[in-house]
């Protein structure tokens, strides 16, 4: 399973990103994609999930302002990221579990797979 993170760069505050997180090798049916971010020397952030039932899950801090959404058929999924502010920059992972726990953020280690990352910077 390859997770591969795109759609990162650098915004100015208030204007909107969309990640795309794209699986290859990935056969789940039952299943729980997660994005994630991180902050230097800061432990991960978990900001949203969705199963694959089409169930989210969403992080307090982004909670309204990132929608999570997937293209099953495709194998991509995305987090669209409004009203972004500087602290909102970070580097972002999407990661996956194979599973039927449902939408979930934590623990982060049951996430067997991981993406390189993608940077997101907001000035």
């Known amino acids: 399973v390859q997770l591969v993170e795109s759609g990162g760069g650098s915004v100015q505050a208030g204007e909107s990103l969309r990640l795309s997180c794209t699986a290859s090798g990935y056969t789940y049916t039952r299943y729980c994609m997660a994005w994630f971010r991180q902050f230097p020397g800061k432990e991960r952030e978990g900001l949203a999930a969705?199963?694959?039932?089409?169930?989210?899950t969403y992080g307090e801090s982004v909670k309204g302002r990132f929608i999570i959404s997937q293209d099953k058929e495709k194998h991509i999924w995305y987090l669209q990221m409004n009203s972004l502010k500087p602290a909102d920059s970070a580097m972002y992972f999407c990661?996956?579990?194979?599973?039927?726990?449902?939408?979930?953020?934590?623990?982060?280690?049951?996430?067997?797979?991981w993406g390189k990352g993608t940077q997101v910077t907001v000035s």
């Open positions: 990661a996956a579990y194979g599973g039927a726990l449902g939408p979930f953020l934590a623990p982060d280690y049951l996430f067997a797979y």
């Open positions: 969705i199963d694959g039932n089409g169930e989210t």
